[in-house]
């Protein structure tokens, strides 16, 4: 592996100040906010130059030399949109250029992103969906933008997810390119722009399992007919550590190895589906096992972390910003010192220890993040699931599917799931039970090293009510189960602290046996990577005709936050 000379991090957190009590959409800026009656709001811009200035200036003293903000589409004027909307670009940005002005100070380049592609009522009107129309705008615009603000070192395209469902405002990006042979048309039209103007294209592999592209991220035909013979120097190819999205027990990615294209590692240290920063959820020794193994790579030439981007949840916790979150501060800290400094984790560890002047050993806060990461994979994750390697369609099955975002899912459909998959019940209720010993051990450490032991407090009452969920998933039912659950819920809602998981609790009986939904599993989901000729026939293209015709009656399977939230479930069977 090459020794990365890039090291991006998101700086989209101070946009998020005051957020409001519901649950927030983290996957980018939210720019309706920024707006009240059609006219840009400078008061907040103000505030979060404050708080852009503070966070440029500490990551740019740890080390990193580049941050990304959202998005093209607010920052690209178009002479065709109504004045209104001409006039907050404009006022964007003249905002964004203090930003960029910001962090060039900071010595920090400026990455944009971009999804393929935005829409609004006039570009729905001016492209119609055309690829040729779509590219003649997307080129112009991204060519302004470069032109315009010099500090930008490159724009970061995402063709493998567009908006969620809940995303308003004046843009609403969709899914457009829906093939490697469109991908790579788009690329081979754009990359001689980025040439000309020395700036990177940066091109992200992820993707939700949407069309033939949506097995990018782990699947080398896909990758080979996208990037195959692309050689521009101004393309660098960003990709999550495994085959699905920022999650545990998956392992290293292969494509990483797949060619001499110049790749960025993506690292998610504001863990979206581990507390988002709640509590201690330490990523040091899988980063350094994945950096070892990355030794063979070639051509690694950047990290990014994530500090603040990603999911759906009612947390608040902002990274080097107002209320910020040690855990998520150290997982960023530690992930740049393996691969800046090539340290050890435990190193890496002391040298924050050093830095934060914490009182107690080093040794003491090694001791607790390693029981951190040991709750997390002993508890949050179901490991004897987790480690299993399981596909459906274009995706990995996530190794963690009763916990998701801010909800904790105990009903009969998940219970019937995880028993086709876990062989032996009591040692995973008793793994659970242990690892809750191990989060008192970590607050009394937390004590001694001077750091909030209200958040090991609220880690154990959360987890807590998945060790007994454990009990309705694995052991025999009875109603004192159902009735512990149900209390448990009602003392974990009355706590003060909030906000607080969502505990969807339905002891109600699916509408099939457990031998059915195993004969189902069966045909529908496979234990390889390459597709069998079933899945071909039925699982990718039947279904994606039949499914329409059938959700309605998806509701006694997929909970409803599952069809209402992020893209929504519909988007897998495109």
Same mark, same amino acid.
């Given at each position: 592996?090459?020794?990365?000379?890039?090291?991006?991090?998101?700086? +989209?957190?101070?946009?998020?100040?005051?957020?409001?009590?519901?649950?927030?959409?983290?996957?980018?800026?939210?720019?309706?906010?920024l707006?009240?009656?059609?006219?840009v709001?400078?008061?907040?811009?103000?505030?979060i130059?404050?708080?852009?200035?503070?966070?440029a200036?500490r990551?740019?003293?740890?080390?990193?030399?580049?941050?990304?903000?959202?998005?093209?589409?607010?920052?690209?004027d178009?002479?065709?949109?109504?004045?209104?909307?001409?006039?907050r670009i404009?006022?964007?940005?003249e905002?964004?250029?203090g930003?960029?002005?910001?962090?060039?100070?900071?010595?920090?380049?400026?990455?944009?992103?971009?999804?393929?592609?935005?829409?609004?009522?006039?570009?729905?009107?001016?492209?119609?969906?055309?690829?040729?129309?779509?590219?003649d705008?997307?080129?112009?615009?991204?060519e302004?933008?470069?032109?315009?603000?010099?500090?930008l070192?490159?724009?970061i395209?995402?063709?493998?997810?567009?908006?969620?469902?809940?995303?308003?405002g004046?843009?609403r990006s969709?899914?457009v390119?829906?093939?490697?042979k469109?991908?790579?048309?788009?690329?081979?039209?754009?990359?001689?722009?980025?040439e000309?103007?020395?700036?990177?294209l940066?091109?992200?592999?992820?993707?939700v399992g949407?069309y033939?592209?949506?097995?990018? +991220?782990?699947?080398?035909n896909?990758?080979?007919?996208?990037?195959?013979?692309?050689d521009?120097?101004?393309?660098?190819?960003s990709?999550k550590?495994?085959?699905?999205?920022?999650?545990?027990?998956l392992?290293?990615?292969? /494509?990483?190895?797949?060619?001499?294209?110049?790749?960025?590692?993506?690292?998610?240290?504001?863990?979206?589906?581990e507390?988002?920063?709640?509590?201690?959820?330490?990523?040091?020794?899988? /980063?350094?096992?994945?950096?070892?193994?990355?030794?063979?790579?070639?051509?690694v030439?950047?990290?990014?972390?994530?500090?603040?981007?990603?999911?759906?949840?009612?947390f608040?916790?902002?990274?080097y910003?107002?209320?910020?979150?040690?855990?998520?501060?150290?997982?960023?800290?530690v992930?740049?010192?393996?691969?800046?400094?090539?340290?050890s984790?435990?190193?890496?560890?002391?040298?924050?220890?050093? @830095?934060?002047?914490?009182?107690?050993?080093a040794a003491?806060?090694?001791?607790?993040l390693?029981?951190?990461?040991?709750?997390?994979?002993?508890?949050?994750? +179901?490991?004897?699931?987790?480690?299993?390697?399981?596909?459906?369609?274009?995706?990995? +099955?996530?190794?963690?599917?009763a916990?998701?975002?801010?909800?904790?899912?105990?009903?009969?459909?998940?219970?019937?799931?995880?028993?086709?998959?876990?062989?032996?019940?009591?040692?995973?209720?008793?793994q659970?039970?242990?690892?809750?010993d191990?989060?008192r051990c970590m607050?009394?450490?937390?004590?001694?090293?001077?750091?909030?032991?209200?958040?090991?407090?609220?880690q154990?009452?959360?987890?807590?009510?998945?060790?007994?969920a454990?009990?309705?998933?694995?052991?025999?039912y009875?109603?004192?189960?159902?009735?512990?659950?149900?209390a448990?819920?009602?003392?974990?809602?009355?706590?003060?602290?909030?906000?607080?998981?969502?505990?969807?609790?339905?002891?109600?009986?699916?509408?099939?046996?457990r031998?059915?939904l @195993?004969?189902l599993?069966?045909v529908?989901?496979?234990?390889?990577?390459?597709?069998?000729?079933?899945?071909?026939?039925?699982?990718?293209?039947?279904?994606a005709?039949?499914?329409?015709?059938?959700? @309605?009656?998806?509701?006694?399977?997929v909970p409803?936050?599952?069809?209402?939230?992020?893209?929504?479930?519909?988007t897998?069977?495109?």
């Open positions: 592996m090459n020794a990365p000379k890039l090291f991006l991090i998101d700086g +989209i957190g101070p946009f998020f100040r005051g957020s409001g009590p519901k649950r927030v959409n983290w996957s980018k800026i939210p720019f309706e906010r707006s009240r009656d059609g006219d709001r400078r008061r907040r811009f103000a505030k130059r404050r708080d852009f200035e503070r966070f200036r990551v740019s003293q740890l080390g990193f030399n580049a941050v990304t903000l959202d998005d093209v589409a607010h920052l690209t178009c002479d065709a949109y109504p004045a209104d909307l001409r006039t404009s006022a964007f940005r905002e964004f250029a930003l960029f002005e910001i962090a060039a100070g900071q010595g920090l380049k400026v990455f944009l992103t971009t999804d393929l592609m935005f829409f609004n009522p006039t570009l729905d009107r001016l492209l119609d969906r055309d690829h040729g129309r779509i590219l705008f997307l080129e112009r615009a991204i302004d933008l470069l032109i315009a603000f010099p500090a070192g490159g724009i395209l995402r063709i493998g997810e567009s908006d969620g469902l809940d995303v308003a004046d843009f969709e899914l390119v829906h093939s490697p469109l991908a790579r048309r788009y690329l081979e039209r754009l990359l001689p722009l980025f000309r103007h020395r700036r990177l940066v091109f992200r592999t992820w993707s949407a033939p592209i949506g097995d990018l +991220i782990w699947n080398r896909t990758f080979d007919r996208t990037f195959g013979g692309l521009s120097p101004n393309l660098v190819i990709m550590p495994g085959e699905s999205d920022f999650f545990r027990f392992p290293l990615n292969k /494509l990483f190895f797949r060619s001499d294209h110049a790749k960025i590692f993506e690292i998610q240290a504001r863990r979206e589906y507390g988002c920063g709640e509590y201690p959820s330490f990523i040091g020794w899988d /980063l350094e096992a994945h950096r070892e193994s990355l030794r063979g790579a070639r051509n030439v950047g990290v990014s972390v994530w500090c603040q981007t990603g999911g759906w949840t009612k608040r916790r902002l990274t910003v107002r209320r910020s979150s040690v855990w998520n501060e150290i997982n960023v800290e992930a740049l010192a393996l691969f800046r400094d090539r340290a984790t435990e190193d890496a560890i002391a040298a924050f220890h050093r @830095r934060r002047a914490l009182p107690g050993a003491d806060l090694v001791e607790l390693r029981l951190s990461d040991e709750v997390i994979k002993e508890l949050l994750y +179901i490991d004897d699931f987790a480690r299993q390697k399981v596909f459906f369609r274009r995706l990995r +099955i996530p190794p963690l599917l916990v998701y975002w801010d909800r904790i899912l105990i009903n009969h459909p998940m219970r019937k799931f995880l028993r086709c998959f876990v062989e032996d019940a009591e040692a995973t209720i008793r659970g039970y242990g690892a809750l191990k989060i607050r009394e450490l937390a004590d001694g090293l001077g750091l909030p032991v209200e958040d090991l407090d609220y154990l009452q959360t987890f807590e009510i998945l060790a007994v454990r009990e309705y998933y694995f052991g025999p009875d109603e004192q189960l159902a009735e512990r659950l149900f448990l819920r009602r003392s974990y809602k009355d706590r003060s602290r909030k906000p607080r998981y969502t505990v969807h609790l339905d002891f109600s009986t699916a509408p099939f046996k031998t059915h @195993r004969l599993l069966a529908l989901a496979r234990r390889q990577r390459g597709y069998r000729i079933l899945d071909r026939v039925i699982t990718v293209r039947l279904l005709v039949v499914y329409p015709l059938v959700r @309605r009656w998806d509701s006694k399977l409803k936050f599952a069809r209402k939230q992020a893209m929504g479930i519909d897998i069977f495109r």
